[in-house]
């Protein structure tokens, strides 16, 4: 069972905005910075979001993330082919004293 | 170029022991604040322990605690993970990941695990 919550999968068309959703608590969410990473079949999770709405350089600014209280979400506009993926958020837990991470949300672009 | 390579992966009886490593390289190492994380192939990203830079602050997963060992070796840019009693759970990808963007003693509004290694598979099986 994973610290934090995510819906297992989510779609869109080409050009379509997707949201994706991470609740938490007052442990994790609640209280610290959300961040969000992008996982390509067979390959390493890359950082696409920190500080619940900050991009790495090189991110496209079609990724944006926010934050309220103990719920976070991830929006892609623009939807591409290329962003099928899967997406996980994470942050760190108080009460574990740990890294938390959603179970992930596998993306299909239809 | 910054990389992260692991390596130290392999197949273990349950009850043994293997030992994993994270060669740091293009990344002032001693900076950063290094992870591993797990992943089962085909599910979810678990988090398994964090070493700060100087390695006076360690944390384990609860699913971990007492059989792992994180440490590191700043003069020669390399992490560890001691594996010891696996289990058969503890079959999955091993990934270590640093997070630069630390300062001080906390990691809070870090910038998040930003460089990755390509993963090692560790298999216990009978």
């Known amino acids: 069972q994973s610290v934090l919550t995510q819906p297992p999968s989510a779609s869109g068309t080409p050009g379509q905005r997707v949201t994706i959703s991470c609740s938490g608590s007052?442990?994790?969410?609640?209280?610290?910075?959300l961040y969000w990473y992008q996982q390509f079949p067979g390959t390493a999770p890359k950082l696409l979001i920190f500080r619940n709405n900050q991009r790495p350089s090189g991110v496209p600014d079609r990724f944006s993330g926010s934050k309220s209280g103990t719920s976070a979400s991830l929006a892609i506009s623009g939807l591409r082919s290329e962003d099928e993926a899967a997406y996980y958020c994470a942050a760190w837990d108080d009460n574990l004293d740990g890294l938390g991470f959603g179970g992930g949300t596998k993306l299909t672009v239809l | 170029e910054v990389q992260l390579v692991e390596s130290g992966g392999g197949l273990v009886h349950p009850g043994g022991s293997l030992s994993l490593s994270c060669a740091a390289s293009g990344i002032t190492f001693s900076n950063y604040w290094m992870h591993w994380v797990r992943q089962i192939p085909g599910e979810g990203l678990e988090w398994v322990s964090r070493?700060?830079?100087?390695?006076?602050?360690?944390n384990y997963a609860d699913s971990v605690k007492g059989r792992f060992t994180i440490s590191r070796d700043n003069a020669n840019n390399l992490l560890h993970l001691q594996m010891n009693s696996l289990r058969v759970e503890d079959t999955a990808v091993y990934y270590c990941a640093g997070d630069g963007g630390c300062s001080g003693s906390s990691c809070y509004g870090s910038s998040g695990l930003d460089v990755w290694g390509q993963g090692t598979t560790v298999t216990v099986a009978s």
């Open positions: 007052s442990s994790n969410i609640g209280k610290t910075y």
């Open positions: 070493i700060n830079s100087d390695g006076s602050k360690i």
